[in-house]
T-cell receptor
Framework: DGGITQSPKYLFRKEGQNVTLSCEQN?????MYWYRQDPGQGLRLIYY???????QKGDIAEGYSVSREKKESFPLTVTSAQKNPTAFYLC????????????FGPGTRLTVT | AQKVTQAQTEISVVEKEDVTLDCVYE???????LFWYKQPPSGELVFLIR??????QNEISGRYSWNFQKSTSSFNFTITASQVVDSAVYFC?????????????FGQGTRLTINP
């Protein structure tokens, strides 16, 4: 079964703690993305990566960090510097190139109190 | 700058009615790509369709159809004979070929509720 997995589905953290969200894909896609979704809003791009060991900031990268050590994996760390971390986080991947659609994982709902 | 507007925040219809979800976009790229995604209550975005800017043919897939009009910068989505399973949030998205090549720009989404 090809697809994107994100774990865990729900995550709870105390304010001030860093937390890492997992994203793995077995679609052999070169490009991977992280989006944030807030209630009643569209998705906003946090970071994206087109190749291993390279990644670029999206529109709302402040307070987040990523790594891309393997083609299949693109973990996102929400740091304590992120002012409003509670949100729904979606990982996506695609074939490299602009025409291609992105495929999304099931998402992780992060709650920070 | 690229922008996608879905003016309908919420739509509620009775099962078997036809419903159209509007999408208006802005871009300076001459080549671009438009997408529709469905987000059911589970949260995962499901890809529905991609349309290239140089192909203005409308498309039909079962009960779903899409109307792309470059003249009005619109890419509307119609569900015919709606069913309860169509209840979801639907997103329209845009990706440019130059300025906006690296990301999908999403609209705010339209929450569609199909009542039995």
């Amino acid at each position: 079964d090809g697809g994107i997995t994100q774990s865990p589905k729900y995550l709870f953290r105390k304010e001030g703690q860093n937390v890492t969200l997992s994203c793995e894909q077995n679609l052999n896609h070169d490009a991977m993305y992280w989006y944030r979704q807030d209630p009643g809003q569209g998705l906003r791009l946090i970071y994206y990566s087109q190749i291993v060991n390279d990644f670029q900031k999206g529109d709302i990268a402040e307070g987040y960090s990523v790594s891309r050590e393997k083609k299949e994996s693109f973990p996102l760390t929400v740091t304590s510097a992120q002012k409003n971390p509670t949100a729904f986080y979606l990982c996506a991947s695609s074939i490299l190139g602009t025409p291609y659609e992105q495929y999304f994982g099931p998402g992780t709902r992060l709650t920070v109190t | 700058a690229q922008k996608v507007t879905q003016a309908q925040t919420e739509i509620s219809v009775v099962e078997k009615e036809d419903v159209t979800l509007d999408c208006v976009y802005e871009t300076r790229d001459t080549t671009y790509y438009l997408f529709w995604y469905k987000q059911p209550p589970s949260g995962e975005l499901v890809f529905l369709i991609r349309r290239n800017s140089f192909d203005e043919q409308n498309e039909i897939s079962g009960r779903y159809s899409w109307n792309f009009q470059k003249s009005t910068s619109s890419f509307n989505f119609t569900i015919t004979a709606s069913q309860v399973v169509d209840s979801a949030v639907y997103f329209c998205a845009l990706r440019g070929d130059f300025q906006g090549a690296q990301k999908l720009v999403f609209g705010q989404g339209t929450r569609l509720t199909i009542n039995p």
